[in-house]
């Protein structure tokens, strides 16, 4: 199965600012509503931002609205987080997805971020 690949994770400060890219080889999911989320130690998962396949409608989790902007770019087929303004309570594994009908099934393989205080 084709796999949706995750970059730009790490280690950061808190205030810092971080970028993180998702991948997926060829024309994959193109054409696929794409999110991140995350997954905080001991808690669920949960969405973080969402963008449309044409990329003029987005969704943003209230803890990271004004901090947070998601975009695609479909002639490279990769989808970013950027997050800026970092808090401690960002510290998660990252996650992107696609969702290519109504649902998301896709996953990446997730990238860990640390925001130190």
């Known amino acids: 199965q084709v796999q949706l690949v995750e970059s730009g994770g790490g280690l950061v400060q808190a205030g810092g600012s971080l970028r993180l890219s998702c991948a997926a080889p060829?024309?994959?999911?193109?054409?696929?509503?794409k999110g991140w989320f995350r997954q905080a130690p001991g808690k669920e998962r949960e969405i973080v931002a969402e963008?449309?396949?044409?990329?003029?409608?987005?969704y943003y989790a209230d803890s990271v609205k004004g901090r947070f902007t998601i975009s695609r770019d479909n002639a490279k087929n990769t989808v970013d987080l950027q997050m800026n303004s970092l808090k401690p309570e960002d510290t998660a594994v990252y996650y992107c997805?696609?969702?290519?009908?109504?649902?998301?099934?896709?996953w990446g393989q997730g990238t860990q971020v640390i925001v130190s205080s």
């Open positions: 060829g024309r994959t999911f193109s054409s696929s509503t």
């Open positions: 997805a696609a969702r290519p009908v109504t649902k998301y099934t896709y």
């Open positions: 963008i449309n396949w044409s990329g003029d409608g987005t």
